[in-house]
């Protein structure tokens, strides 16, 4: 037989004991002697015997498969995310099968219809970019099926969710910019349909108006799609014309940022003498470029723990009985480097 091929009947037929000696044997059921216990795992090892995933789901109705749903895996906060969330997902015996929708709606409702096919017992979800309507997920919440949403929140009622006060964190950069003597701070902002642009939206203006500092709408530019070429673009633009120029920019995210450094050393703008930035997120190359970039960190491997785990709980719940909806938010940390000061 071929390596990894051998079943319980197999080895029973090789030690002349019956399938159930050798069942009870890899289990350690008491009543089975230490000598035969031994030769049932020395076999097996040797055999490379693995359990049969599909009969083991059967007995205890579950698949121990959970499905992650995301964006992007380029990015690196989702990447972050993933390792916590196999880190809890292995630890508990469970495999994870990932798709990714490259923000795409499309993307989203086949990934889902994959994942159910596969028999998941539950799925982690950062939804896309496009989704506006959540009546593919209403569905599922409506026949009990785990499903925790985290970092992107829809608008939906008693869901469960993981995210981070990004609130706090935007507030938190704004306001040391403030500190750090720069008045005239614009946020190229992320999509408005995502509550994670919003609220990061709103701490910018909040962190504005408690240092006395007028809001200027034209200075709050959206960047839908968020690339480097986009914010680049935006930036040139906005500093190539007008005389009353920004002196600082908070953007959503690092990638966002780092078009905008781009854009301003090509109009020979210092960093951060002439304009101060910031970012959200901490990428990895955040600490690496030149000068390196003050951002929000966000605790991304936690997020994927966290989330992990109220999915096993929900998952582990007896079938039919609902739980109350739990919202963890994590706190996020603003680390301050060279792109940020000015005194």
């Given at each position: 037989m071929k390596l990894g091929q051998a079943t319980i009947k197999d080895i029973a037929k090789e030690l002349n004991v019956s399938p159930s000696t050798v069942s009870r044997a890899l289990k350690d059921y008491p009543g089975i002697s230490d000598e035969t216990k031994k030769k049932v795992k020395e076999l097996a090892e040797q055999l490379n015997y693995r359990p049969n995933a599909v009969a083991l789901s059967l007995r205890k109705s579950k698949s121990f498969t959970i499905g992650v749903i995301i964006p992007e895996i380029v990015h690196f906060f989702f990447s972050t995310v993933i390792s916590g969330?196999?880190?809890?997902?292995?630890?508990?015996?469970?495999?994870?099968?990932?798709?990714?929708?490259?923000?795409?709606?499309?993307?989203?409702?086949?990934?889902?219809?994959?994942?159910?096919?596969?028999?998941?017992?539950?799925?982690?979800?950062?939804?896309?970019?496009?989704?506006?309507?959540?009546?593919h997920f209403e569905k599922l919440l409506g026949l009990n099926f785990p499903i925790v949403f985290f970092d992107r929140l829809p608008d939906l009622e008693n869901i469960t969710t993981v995210t981070v006060n990004d609130y706090q964190g935007a507030f938190d950069a704004v306001i040391h910019l403030i500190q750090q003597g720069y008045k005239r701070i614009i946020h190229l902002s992320g999509p408005q349909n995502l509550a994670i642009g919003k609220m990061r939206k709103d701490g910018y203006l909040d962190a504005l108006k408690s240092a006395g500092i007028k809001v200027n709408p034209e200075w709050i530019i959206e960047c839908p799609t968020g690339t480097e070429k986009e914010s680049f673009d935006i930036t040139t633009k906005l500093f190539q014309n007008g005389e009353n120029k920004p002196d600082a920019i908070f953007a959503h995210h690092d990638i966002v940022a780092a078009g905008a450094m781009m854009a301003l050393k090509s109009l020979k703008y210092k960093i951060p003498e002439d304009v101060g930035v910031v970012g959200f997120s901490n990428w990895q190359f955040s600490s690496m470029i030149d000068p390196p970039l003050s951002t929000v960190s966000q605790p991304g491997f936690k997020i994927g723990e966290e989330a992990t785990k109220l999915l096993l709980e929900m998952i582990n719940r007896k079938k039919g009985q609902i739980g109350e909806a739990i919202n963890v938010v994590l706190e996020t940390e603003l680390l301050v480097r060279k792109s940020s000061v000015k005194i």
């Open positions: 969330i196999e880190e809890v997902a292995f630890a508990n015996g469970y495999n994870v099968i990932l798709c990714q929708t490259n923000e795409k709606l499309s993307r989203e409702h086949s990934s889902i219809e994959t994942m159910l096919s596969n028999q998941i017992d539950g799925v982690l979800v950062s939804f896309s970019r496009e989704t506006t309507d959540f009546g």
